[in-house]
T-cell receptor, first 114, second 115 residues
Framework: DAGITQSPRYKITETGRQVTLMCHQT?????MFWYRQDLGHGLRLIYY???????DKGEVPDGYVVSRSKTENFPLTLESATRSQTSVYFC?????????????FGQGTRLTVV | SQKIEQNSEALNIQEGKTATLTCNYT??????LQWYRQDPGRGPVFLLL?????KEKRKERLKVTFDTTLKQSLFHITASQPADSATYLC??????????????FGAGTRLAVHP
């Protein structure tokens, strides 16, 4: 199916564990983004990628690692999960140009760190 | 510091009235600004984009204005309906050296339209 999909939808993990959230898009968009959404903070950018093998930090990158070896995939890894990383995570993709600049979001991953 | 500010208090209006939401930004010079709608448990959905050289943009019952002097965008929903109840987020692209962009969001304003 065309679109952007995140997996898993829900995840419970223990403090100190490594966990990877997956994001896959079928449009071949250049840009992909990871956000976390917490009450009172809205969507905060964790990392973004302008193309395969080009990534950069957003507003809240500490404790997260990303990679983008293929255009369609942009996994987010929490190297050692902490309770403060309990959140809803959204992945998005977009193009950049005169017309195609809207971002398309996945359905989100609700992560609980216990 | 750079900020995008939206009214954190929920906006409650009666059905049929016009809802007006505000987005203010500081220390950004965006080429365009976007508005998204987010329903509970779902990802944001794009609504409208307005460029810096456009004063106003319309789409059905939606209207967006962009004042680069005031560093403000206003988002209007006319003839509001209970189905318009959602959180509305503004977003802008922040350009960096190297030409890469990141998409930054405000915290959103929750709109509740009452019958």
């Amino acid at each position: 199916d065309a679109g952007i999909t995140q997996s898993p939808r829900y995840k419970i993990t223990e403090t100190g564990r490594q966990v990877t959230l997956m994001c896959h898009q079928t449009w071949s968009h250049s840009y992909m983004f990871w956000y976390r959404q917490d009450l009172g903070h809205g969507l905060r950018l964790i990392y973004y990628s302008a193309a395969a093998d080009i990534t950069d930090k957003g507003e809240v990158p500490d404790g997260y690692v990303v990679s983008r070896s293929k255009t369609e995939n942009f996994p987010l890894t929490l190297e050692s999960a902490t309770r403060s990383q309990t959140s809803v995570y959204f992945c998005a993709s977009s193009e950049v140009g005169p017309k195609n600049t809207e971002a398309f979001f996945g359905q989100g991953t609700r992560l609980t760190v216990v | 510091s750079q900020k995008i500010e939206q009214n954190s208090e929920a906006l409650n209006i009666q059905e049929g009235k016009t809802a007006t939401l505000t987005c203010n930004y500081t220390n950004y010079s965006p080429a365009y600004l976007q508005w998204y709608r987010q329903d509970p448990g779902r990802g944001p959905v794009f609504l409208l984009l307005i460029r810096e050289n456009e004063k106003e943009k319309r789409k059905e019952r939606l209207k967006v204005t962009f004042d680069t002097t005031l560093k403000q965008s206003l988002f209007h929903i006319t003839a509001s309906q209970p189905a318009d109840s959602a959180t509305y987020l503004c977003a802008l692209r922040d350009s960096f050296s190297g030409g890469y962009n990141k998409l930054i969001f405000g915290a959103g304003t929750r709109l509740a339209v009452h019958p």
